[in-house]
C-alpha cells in the first residue's frame, strides 16, 4: 500500500524557516517525481515545487521561487521542503504527492494527508 | 499565472447529470492536452479522477467523464450519487514560469 507522511509543520513567526518531511512507503521511490502542493485553510489547490526522480530537476511556482527548496534523500525514501523567509501567505497545509512517472507529468496518483503551515506572530 | 477558472458551485438531482468547466487560455488549457481533474471530499487529500483531458485512472467510476474545446475543458459527472458530492479541481500544465495550475474549485451538491 502506497503511504505518503507528512510532517515538520509548526507556527512559526513571519520570516522564519521551516523543513518539511515526506516518508514514502509501498512503492520505488526513487521510480517516481514528487511534488508539494499547498492548500490555504478554506481555498484552493496551489502547485509549489517538483523534483525529478533523481533530484536533477526542480522546479517551482513562482509564489514560492527564491524562498522554497524542494529536496529527495532516495536512501531514505523521504521528500522534503526547506521553506526560507515565511509569509503569512504561506500558511496552508501541505501536501506531498507522487507524480504517476519519474518523468514529470503533474498528474498526482497519491497524496499525503498534509501537514499544517502556520505563519503567524 | 492566474488560476484556472471554474464555477463556484453545480447542482443536481441524484440520476441526472452535471457538467463543470474549466476556462483558461492558449497558454495552459488551450494549449495543451495535459488537464486534470481531481475530487476532493471535506477533510481529506484530493483524488485524480482525469487525466489527459479525457483517462480515467483504473478504479475511477465511467460516470466521470472529461472533454476539452480550445480554452475550456469540462468535466461531466453523469448518473449522480450522493458520493459526488465533494469539491472538485481542474488543473493544467501551462507555458508561463509557473509551470502547473490548479482551477479555483467547484463545490457540487447532490440535492
Known amino acids: 500500500e502506497v503511504q505518503l507522511v507528512e510532517s515538520g509543520g509548526v507556527v512559526v513567526q513571519p520570516g522564519g524557516s521551516l523543513r518539511l518531511s515526506c516518508a514514502a512507503s509501498?512503492?520505488?521511490?526513487?521510480?517516481?517525481?514528487m511534488h508539494w502542493v499547498r492548500q490555504a485553510p478554506g481555498k484552493g489547490l496551489e502547485w509549489v515545487s517538483l523534483i525529478s526522480w533523481d533530484g536533477g530537476s526542480t522546479y517551482y511556482a513562482d509564489s514560492v521561487k527564491g524562498r522554497f527548496t524542494i529536496s529527495r534523500d532516495n536512501s531514505k525514501n523521504s521528500l522534503y521542503l526547506q521553506m526560507n523567509s515565511l509569509r503569512a501567505e504561506d500558511t496552508a497545509l501541505y501536501y506531498c504527492a507522487k507524480d504517476i512517472t519519474g518523468i514529470p507529468t503533474y498528474y498526482f496518483d497519491y497524496w499525503g494527508q498534509g501537514t499544517l503551515v502556520t505563519v503567524s506572530s | 499565472q492566474s488560476a484556472l477558472t471554474q464555477p463556484a458551485s453545480v447542482s443536481g438531482s441524484p440520476g441526472q447529470s452535471i457538467t463543470i468547466s474549466c476556462t483558461g487560455t492558449s497558454s495552459d488549457v488551450g494549449g495543451y492536452n495535459y488537464v486534470s481533474w481531481y475530487q476532493q471530499h471535506p477533510g481529506k487529500a484530493p483524488k485524480l479522477m482525469i487525466y489527459?483531458?479525457?483517462n480515467r485512472p483504473s478504479g475511477v467510476s465511467n460516470r466521470f467523464s472529461g472533454s476539452k474545446s480550445g480554452n475550456t475543458a469540462s468535466l461531466t459527472i453523469s448518473g449522480l450519487q450522493a458520493e459526488d458530492e465533494a469539491d472538485y479541481y481542474c488543473?493544467?500544465?501551462?507555458?508561463?514560469?509557473?509551470?502547473?495550475?490548479f482551477g479555483t474549485g467547484t463545490k457540487v451538491t447532490v440535492l
Open positions: 509501498g512503492f520505488t521511490f526513487d521510480d517516481y517525481a
Open positions: 489527459d483531458v479525457s
Open positions: 488543473s493544467s500544465y501551462t507555458s508561463s514560469s509557473t509551470p502547473y495550475v
